[in-house]
């Protein structure tokens, strides 16, 4: 699964080397949020909405408002550029998915309110060949990430620290058009757009 890979495969994107990624929460529950990054001292904001299984992204980076899509159980994700109708598919790294839903502990730490939603707090703890993740992850009954505190130690040692906070959560389906690329848009390899955005992405294999 991909779900909330987005998180800190964003840090991994937008941080320095080295690369680092993970998925937090498996949503029972459509729903759209303002959603606030924030990496090393430096925070971006932006916007989710997710389906079980899909996930729609929007940031801005640099001059651009790059839209993710992910879905679950695909190797590969795709970035739409609106301002130059272009779509690129990209390879996920496997270090994207360093955390699932197994990797939370299964026993709550506490309970919270975060922005007006009931939380569960649980620990994240977990060592892999690219590096070490701990911190902690607050989940909604429906299993929404609320927030996320937490640091990634690469296998050069360097700590990213991350921070993911929702707000203003809107509960209910969303449409199936925000999950799909637009159509007449070109395509490009994703090694190509990747200087533009600062972004280190990988093309998908020729099929």
């Excluded at 795709?78 to 990797?103: A, N, S, Y």
């Amino acid at each position: 699964m991909h779900r909330f890979l987005f998180l800190l495969a964003l840090a991994t994107l937008l941080a320095a080397p080295p690369a680092s990624g993970a998925m937090i929460g498996d949503p029972r529950v459509g729903f759209t949020a303002d959603r606030t990054l924030a990496i090393d001292g430096r925070t971006y904001t932006g916007k989710i909405w997710a389906m079980p299984g899909e996930e729609r992204h929007e940031q801005q980076i640099a001059a651009f408002r790059p839209i993710f899509l992910l879905r679950d159980g695909s190797p590969l994700g795709e970035v739409v550029l609106p301002q130059l109708k272009t779509i690129v598919e990209f390879v996920i790294p496997p270090e994207w998915r360093l955390l699932d839903g197994r990797d939370v502990t299964k026993q709550p730490r506490g309970a919270a309110i975060v922005n007006g939603v009931a939380t569960s707090e649980f620990a994240i703890d977990e060592t892999v060949q690219e590096g070490r993740a701990e911190g902690m992850v607050w989940l909604s009954r429906d299993g929404i990430p609320m927030k996320l505190s937490g640091v990634f130690i690469g296998k050069r040692g360097r700590p990213v620290r991350v921070r993911w906070e929702l707000s203003r959560v809107r509960i209910g389906p969303q449409p199936a058009t925000l999950f799909e690329p637009p159509r007449g848009y070109t395509k490009l390899p994703a090694e190509a757009i990747a200087p533009l955005l600062g972004l280190k992405l990988k093309s998908a294999p020729p099929r």
